[in-house]
């Protein structure tokens, strides 16, 4: 599903940062699609934009349902994708967290996706990830 309200900056060096700037209708299809386990999205990033301060800009974000695992964030350069991979329960807290975020009436909220030790729903994995909302 192409998607023009979205985009994506990433740093791969010394750790993995994704940083994905979208609207409110673009965070509650992306949380409808973590609800149904996928779904790809297709960002469409201005040639003439400077990812600044982040390395390059990514093209794609999907979503793949992976029996009995949590979460997977991945950052795949040469696809130029964010990937989310899970078991549908997992992906299902993930989608809860991106509707909350949809559906916060702060215009500067925000939410950071990011692993550490005996987390809930994701597994450890690389990159941490900044959802927020895109400047109108």
């Known amino acids: ?3 023009t309200d ?3 900056r990433y740093v791969d060096t010394p750790m ?3 940083d994905v700037a979208l609207t409110r209708p673009a965070a509650l299809a992306l949380a409808a699609a973590l609800d149904a386990g996928h779904g790809t999205f297709d960002a469409a990033p201005d040639p003439d934009d400077d990812p600044s301060p982040y390395r390059a800009f990514l093209n ?3 979503v793949v349902t992976h029996p009995g695992g949590k979460v ?3 950052l795949d350069v040469p696809a130029s994708t964010l990937r989310f991979t899970g078991a549908p329960a997992h992906l299902k807290v993930l989608a809860a967290n991106i509707r909350a975020l949809a559906e916060d009436p702060d215009p500067t909220g925000h939410l950071h ?3 550490f030790e005996e ?3 994701l597994a450890e994995s690389e990159p941490s990830v ?3 909302f895109a400047q109108a």
């Open 1 to 3: 599903m192409p998607v």
């Open 6 to 8: 979205l985009a994506l």
């Open 16 to 18: 993995q940062e994704v």
């Open 60 to 62: 794609h974000l999907e």
């Open 72 to 74: 997977t964030m991945h």
């Open 113 to 115: 996706v990011e692993y």
């Open 119 to 121: 987390h809930y729903y």
């Open 130 to 132: 900044i959802f927020h």
